[in-house]
Nanobody, 115 residues
Framework: QVRVVESGGGLVQPGGSLRLSCAAS????????MSWYRQAPGKEREFVAG???????RYGDSVKGRFSISRNSALSTTYLQLNSLKSEDTAVYFC?????????WGQGIQVTVSS
């Protein structure tokens, strides 16, 4: 069974930073592409950032220059560094693993940016 578990969310003031982690485990042929999405209340889920095994990254327009995605050497864990946070970054952040033609989602973690 494949598990995808996010951690590191919480409450932070505007302008602050936070680091999210996403750990994948289970029977996988490879760890494929790992991505972060977010969903704010009343809005659709949007792409935040993604990273492939070779290290190539991609970011959503709203977070470019502020967020950074990375991955551990085993490729099983991805990190999302959130800097210069704004109130509009408040959302539930989800991690997704794409591997072997299937997608595995975490349950999501809340990030709240507020003074």
């Amino acid at each position: 069974q494949v598990r995808v578990v996010e951690s590191g969310g919480g409450l932070v003031q505007p302008g602050g930073s936070l680091r999210l982690s996403c750990a994948a485990s289970g029977r996988l042929s490879s760890f494929g592409v790992m991505s972060w999405y977010r969903q704010a209340p009343g809005k659709e889920r949007e792409f935040v950032a993604g990273i492939v095994g070779g290290g190539d990254t991609r970011y959503g327009d709203s977070v470019k220059g502020r967020f950074s995605i990375s991955r551990n050497s085993a490729l099983s864990t991805t990190y999302l560094q959130l800097n210069s946070l704004k109130s509009e970054d408040t959302a539930v952040y989800f991690c997704k693993l794409a591997s072997g033609g299937r997608e595995y989602w975490g349950q999501g973690i809340q990030v709240t940016v507020s003074s």
